[in-house]
Nanobody, 126 residues
Framework: QVPLVESGGGSVQSGGSLRLSCAVS????????MGWFRQGPGKERERVAT???????TYADSVKGRFTISQDKSRHQLYLEMTSLKSDDTGLYFC????????????????????WGQGTQVTVSS
């Protein structure tokens, strides 16, 4: 397993924006899925967005149009740009990554991730 390190969390008012980053320097596979997950207070962890090695992205319905997942392979970074934040977006945000076959990378939303970060807290106040 490769440790990942998130940063960029914080407190913001409703309607505000935040950009989360995840250092993935130890994850050096050519074909893969990466994603952002979150766990709100009293809620189960949920998948927020995924991206594969050719930048195909998928999003949870609750964040479509507001969040953007991206990666910078040269900097070994995964990002989550969050805009129009709502109080329901409050939670601990995790990045995750998984080596996959090319075929499996077409279905990143279904992939079980085995490499995780420790999480970064996002708090949205109304």
């Amino acid at each position: 397993q490769v440790p990942l390190v998130e940063s960029g969390g914080g407190s913001v008012q409703s309607g505000g924006s935040l950009r989360l980053s995840c250092a993935v320097s130890g994850f050096t596979y050519d074909t893969y899925c990466m994603g952002w997950f979150r766990q709100g207070p009293g809620k189960e962890r949920e998948r927020v967005a995924t991206i594969n090695f050719i930048n195909t992205t998928t999003y949870a319905d609750s964040v479509k149009g507001r969040f953007t997942i991206s990666q910078d392979k040269s900097r070994h970074q995964l990002y989550l740009e969050m805009t129009s934040l709502k109080s329901d977006d409050t939670g601990l945000y995790f990045c995750a990554a998984q080596f996959t076959s090319v075929a499996a990378s077409r279905l990143c939303w279904e992939v079980t991730m085995s490499n995780w970060g420790q999480g970064t807290q996002v708090t949205v106040s109304s």
